[in-house]
C-alpha cells in the first residue's frame, strides 16, 4: 500500500468517527424529556393558570320563597278589622264602683281571676260565662267607667293589634249624674281571631 493512499484511509476512519460521534450527542438531545421547574410547575412556556381550568363562577342563589300560605303583614295600629267577638258572655252598665281593667280570658282560670276583681258581681260573670269552649274560644273581659254615660251594649272590634270597644247609638247622658256608670263586658271571640298579647285602646 503506498503512502497517500494509507494517508487517505486513516483520514476517512477519523472523519467517519467524528460524525458517528456528533449524531450520537444529537439523537441524545432530541428524545431528552422537557425539563421541569425544580418545585414540580409547568412544564417551560405554560403558565400554571392556564393550565389548571378555572372553576366556572356560580351564578347568585335566588332568595329563598316564603313558606306556603305566608303572607306580608302590615301592621300599623290603624287598619281596621272590623268586629271580632260574636257575642256578649256577660254585660252589665250599672252606677257602682268597679277597677278598670281589660284581659284576654283564655281558660277557666283566667276567668275566676277576673270574675274575682268584682266582688259579688263576680258569681254573676262566671255563672254567665259557664259554658265557654274554651277549646275553641277565648273570652276578652273589659270594665271601665263611662261617666254619666250608660250604654246599652258594646262590641269587640279590633285595629291591627289594638282591641277597642265599639258602642251602639243610645240616649244623650244627662248634664250631671250622682254616681258614675260602669260597663263590666265578657266577650266571646273566635281564637283565631285574637291575637296572643293584643293592646287595648285607653278609650
Known amino acids: 500500500m503506498s503512502l497517500r493512499r494509507a494517508v487517505s484511509a486513516s483520514l476517512l476512519a477519523a472523519l467517519l468517527t467524528s460524525l458517528s460521534a456528533a449524531c450520537g450527542q444529537q439523537h441524545t438531545a432530541a428524545g431528552a424529556p422537557p425539563s421541569t421547574s425544580a418545585g414540580g410547575g409547568s412544564p417551560s412556556g405554560t403558565s400554571a393558570s392556564s393550565a389548571a381550568p378555572r372553576a366556572p363562577t356560580a351564578p347568585p342563589s335566588p332568595a329563598s320563597p316564603a313558606p306556603p300560605g305566608a303572607t306580608a303583614s302590615r301592621d300599623d295600629g290603624r287598619s281596621p278589622a272590623g268586629r271580632i267577638d260574636t257575642g256578649l258572655a256577660y254585660f252589665a252598665s250599672a252606677p257602682g264602683a268597679a277597677p278598670d281593667l281589660h284581659a284576654v280570658l283564655r281558660d277557666r282560670a283566667d276567668l275566676d281571676a277576673f270574675a274575682a276583681r268584682f ?17 275553641r274560644t277565648a273570652l276578652v273581659g273589659w270594665s271601665r267607667t263611662t261617666g254619666c254615660d250608660h250604654w246599652p251594649s258594646a262590641s269587640l272590634v279590633r285595629y291591627g293589634r ?17 254616681a258614675a256608670f260602669q260597663v263590666v263586658a265578657v266577650f266571646e271571640v273566635p281564637k283565631d281571631r285574637i291575637m296572643w298579647q293584643p293592646r287595648f285602646a285607653d278609650k
Open 119 to 135: 266582688g259579688r258581681r263576680g258569681q254573676d260573670i262566671r255563672t254567665a260565662a259557664t259554658d265557654t269552649d274554651f277549646s
Open 162 to 178: 289594638t282591641l277597642a270597644l265599639r258602642v251602639p247609638p243610645h240616649a244623650k247622658p244627662p248634664p250631671e249624674c250622682l
